[in-house]
């Protein structure tokens, strides 16, 4: 995982949402109404995120979004009509999702050039990681507020402390605002919260086994910590995570770590060029795991890596891995 692993250190079939119907508004973010036209409703509206205040005078109408999470957010409220461009995705998007994506212009498969970025005429840039706003590529927040653009940055990646469900109902509530569809947003929130309560509802009775998230790594474990989604989507589904204790969202750990504490289960992050089964011979093939019990009993589970960030996938992640580490739930 090198630019997931870059950025920190430098700091399923399942049901899917059917995303909302789009709604206009009346001019760009950052910029006043019109001349003689009254304001959208609920603006102006400001906000603080991530260490930066925006003021919006009336929702973005020409939106970038950079990393999958913000992308799929902006398509599950319906807003596929104010993207001006989007870039860098980690898997497919989600299939309820794509006809509303193909209808958006890709500006790069990974990062835009600052040309390309503003070249698409953005008024909001939205980056679902911190590395979509690189201050050496010229695509820093406070750059692009010097060129009139507002930017918005996930909050998984600027909250201090554990990122759960109170984090994602904050994402998805002021992104939502932000374009002036709050109740979209509160729509989205509670049909997530209806079905991750039906998967704590299932399991609650059930044993927690621990589980070692590994998402990559020869020499040590790229793993995930406590402080990012990822470990509150592995309580939720009915799990412990064995490296909670780790404080950040992703870090490295010894495989003596890993072998001390004994996990039963391997959550593999599936992503990039290394395959799941290229992951899981990796694990059987140490003869110093041999007894971790999660790899002596061939005891994987599996998520996309796009799943385990803040987004619209937390409620399929938690399904799916809730149906992994119990399938004899009801």
């Given at each position: 995982m090198p630019r997931y692993r870059a950025l920190l250190r430098a700091l399923a079939p399942i049901t899917l949402l059917v995303p909302l119907a789009a709604c206009g508004g009346s001019s760009g973010a950052g910029q006043?109404?019109?001349?003689?036209t009254a304001a959208a409703p609920g603006f102006p509206y400001t906000t603080a995120n991530c260490g930066v205040t925006s003021t919006y005078q009336a929702p973005p109408q020409r939106a970038v979004t950079m990393n999958q999470h913000a992308t799929e957010l902006l398509l599950a409220l319906g807003l596929q009509d104010r993207m001006a461009g989007t870039a860098y995705l980690d898997d497919a998007v989600l299939p309820a999702y794509k006809p509303a994506y193909d209808r958006v212009k890709v500006l790069a498969k990974e990062y835009p050039s600052k040309e390309v970025l503003l070249g698409a005429n953005p008024d909001f840039v939205?980056?679902?990681?911190?590395?979509?706003?690189?201050?050496?590529?010229?695509?820093?927040?406070?750059?692009?507020?010097?060129?009139?653009?507002?930017?918005?940055?996930?909050?998984?990646?600027?909250?201090?402390?554990?990122?759960?469900?109170?984090?994602?109902k904050t994402e998805v509530t002021e992104v939502a605002r932000t374009f002036g569809v709050p109740e979209r947003g509160e729509r989205l929130i509670a049909e997530q919260q209806r079905r991750i309560d039906a998967v704590t509802a299932r399991v609650k009775d059930r044993g927690r086994p621990s589980v070692f998230v590994y998402d990559s790594g020869q020499d040590s474990a790229f793993t995930s910590g406590g402080h990012g989604i990822g470990n509150e989507i592995v309580s939720l589904a009915g799990g412990t995570n064995t490296?909670?204790?780790?404080?950040?969202?992703?870090?490295?750990?010894s495989w003596e770590k890993v072998i001390e504490r004994k996990p039963e289960v391997v959550l593999i992050y599936d992503y990039g060029g290394t395959t799941v089964e290229a992951k899981k011979q990796r694990l059987l093939n140490d003869p110093a795991l041999a007894e971790v019990p999660a790899v002596r009993n061939r005891r994987f589970a599996v998520l996309p890596l796009s799943s385990a960030v803040l987004g619209v996938r937390v409620a399929d992640a938690v399904e799916a891995l809730g149906r992994q580490l119990h399938p004899d739930a009801p």
């Open positions: 006043g109404a019109a001349p003689g939205y980056g679902g990681y911190s590395s979509a706003f690189d201050k050496a590529q010229g695509r820093d927040r406070e750059a692009l507020a010097g060129a009139g653009i507002n930017t918005r940055l996930s909050v998984e990646y600027c909250t201090d402390g554990p990122v759960g469900l109170e984090q994602l490296f909670a204790d780790l404080g950040d969202t992703f870090g490295d750990v």
